[in-house]
């Protein structure tokens, strides 16, 4: 059984730095793409960056710069660091795991930023 939990979410104000974690279990986590998701209220849930299991990595536009996805398949964990957050980045992010075209996903943790 795929479980994905995720962690470090919480409360930041404007310009500071969050560091999401996501353990993952049940899979063979080397050879799975891991992404990051997040969803706003009232919105869709959106791409914020993957991982391949070669490595190459994807960003939303709107990340770039700002957000490093890594993977430490040793701890089977992804990560996802977060500087210079936006109030536009408050949203609920979602672990992502993804192998021939099946997904598994986390619980999703809270970020919120705000003053």
């Known amino acids: 059984q795929v479980q994905l939990v995720e962690s470090g979410g919480g409360l930041v104000q404007p310009g500071g730095s969050l560091r999401l974690s996501c353990a993952a279990s049940g899979i063979i986590f080397s050879i799975y793409a891991m992404g990051w998701y997040r969803q706003a209220p009232g919105k869709q849930r959106e791409l914020v960056a993957s991982m391949t299991s070669g490595g190459t990595t994807n960003y939303a536009e709107s990340v770039k710069g700002r957000f490093t996805i890594s993977r430490d398949n040793a701890k089977n964990t992804v990560y996802l660091q977060m500087n210079s957050l936006k109030p536009e980045d408050t949203a609920v992010y979602y672990c992502?795991?993804?192998?021939?075209?099946?997904?598994?996903w986390g619980q999703g943790t809270q970020v919120t930023v705000s003053s």
């Open positions: 992502n795991a993804h192998f021939n075209r099946a997904d598994d």
